[in-house]
């Protein structure tokens, strides 16, 4: 077992889809109707302030959700749309409510930014990660107390189409309003335009968290444009964070932050050992590493779960403690040599 981890869980009691619900001073929350085993309850889109307001994810294009957004934001002037990073069930809204408002979209940038390194991580096989007719979907000892899985999240798409109207960086100041301001916090990994936000009210600081840092699940980081190494650094900067409270798009806020990504980076660094130990002895290929270190999960977790390790062996490989048999870049279906 990997080191363990304090999940946040959001009763589903707790929330009407497309309700506007005040979870912390200055800010207000919608959830798209969008759940799934990727997105836990469905996306969450946050309001900040009142009057001259900060809208973070906007979320997936949905008729119901756009609907739900457009009565939350009336009388107010949206001066803001802030982006954590452009999967599906995040950005493509933007557009729309850009259009309706006049506001600007502000991130880090669009998907796969310049100088991200590209190639082909090959294919699962056939058949990997997809559940048997009869797999009880709440099976498995590594799960959330409302039986929410609690290992990867994989996005089904990107919007490849988003493009900021204004790019920013991080200790950038990125919204103002009455008595609060927010500043940018790029933290590559989950994608290499992630990007946090942080809300400061004078009185406290709420970090906007996006999928780097979720409650309910760890995040899977897929390559190419997914980063190991990258995630690692980034976690590191937010447990470093005297932040009083951290919000992710998907499920419950989470309290003490610093101490909770603490958890996150010793599962991960626990999660890196089993890896290079099951190599070492002989547990050679993706599949079978997954099928391994993750029986606990739900099968059909396996394969973006099998992301993550990719992801893994991808930095254990640029550090020199395995290697790819044969040579060359890891792929899925590589066959990986201790070192």
């Known amino acids: 077992m990997s080191a363990a981890i304090d999940f946040v869980q959001l009763d589903a009691a707790d929330f009407t889809y497309g309700a506007v619900d005040t979870v912390a001073p200055q800010v207000r929350r919608i959830i798209a109707h969008n759940p799934s085993k990727f997105t836990y309850h469905g996306t969450g889109t946050y309001v900040v302030g009142s009057g001259d307001v900060a809208v973070v994810d906007p979320g997936p294009d949905l008729d119901e959700h756009r609907a739900a957004l457009d009565a939350a934001l009336r009388g107010e002037r949206v001066r803001a749309i802030l982006v954590t990073h452009c999967h599906a069930d995040h950005s493509p809204l933007a557009r729309w409510l850009c259009a309706e408002t006049g506001a600007p979209t502000i991130a880090f940038g669009p998907h796969l930014r310049p100088g991200v390194p590209e190639w082909d991580i090959g294919t699962d096989p056939e058949g990997f990660g997809v559940a048997p007719a009869n797999d009880d979907p709440a099976a498995g000892e590594d799960t959330a107390a409302d039986g929410a899985a609690t290992e990867p999240k994989m996005e089904e798409s990107t919007d490849l189409d988003f493009a900021p109207d204004e790019e ?113 002895r002989g547990v050679v290929s993706i599949p079978d590493i997954v099928t391994e270190l993750y029986a606990a999960v739900r099968v059909e977790l396996h394969k973006p779960a099998a992301r993550s390790v990719l992801s893994h062996l991808v930095k254990l490989v640029d550090e020199g403690v395995v290697g790819v048999a044969g040579g060359g870049r890891p792929r899925l279906d590589s066959v990986y040599v201790g070192r």
Do not use: K
């Open 168 to 280: 920013v960086v991080t200790g950038d100041v990125v919204a103002t309003g009455s008595g609060w301001s927010m500043t940018a916090l790029h933290t590559p990994g989950h994608t290499s335009n992630h990007t946090c936000f942080v809300l400061d009210d004078g009185t406290a600081r709420t970090l906007f968290t996006g999928d780097h840092v979720m409650g309910w699940s760890t995040t899977v980081v897929s390559p190419p444009d997914g980063d190991m190494t990258a995630y690692f650094e980034s976690l590191r900067v937010v447990a470093g964070r005297t932040d009083d409270l951290a919000i992710p798009t998907h499920g419950a806020p989470i309290p003490s932050p610093s101490a909770y990504v603490h958890q996150l980076i010793a599962h991960r660094v626990e999660r890196e050992r089993q890896i290079v130990d099951a190599v070492r």
